[in-house]
């Protein structure tokens, strides 16, 4: 709902550190996910997860920017 709402307002929109998981082209939620991921508001996405599958399987735009980064969770062991 939220890049369906971002995308009608043409809000530029970056995903930080997502998890990714398979894709199945035969699951409706999978199918409305990879649509809505692929708006050309979404802009960058982030992931700490298999960054192949992500832009193999889900990414299918080639001006959204994909990088892999570490796990937030892991984040408050850093000292800065």
């Given amino acids: ?3 369906k709402y971002t995308h009608s307002r043409n809000t ?3 995903l ?10 035969n699951n409706k939620s999978c199918i409305a996910l990879r649509e809505a991921i692929n ?5 960058i996405i982030t992931t700490w997860d ?14 959204i920017l994909t990088d892999k ?5 892991c984040v408050h062991h850093l000292k800065f």
Avoid: C, H, Y
């Fill in 1 to 3: 709902m939220v890049l």
């Fill in 12 to 14: 530029p929109v970056m």
């Fill in 16 to 25: 930080s550190a997502v998890g990714v998981e398979g894709f199945d082209k």
């Fill in 39 to 43: 708006f050309n508001n979404v802009k």
């Fill in 50 to 63: 298999d960054i192949e599958l992500l832009q193999n399987k889900w990414v299918f735009q080639n001006n």
């Fill in 69 to 73: 980064v570490a796990d937030p969770a």
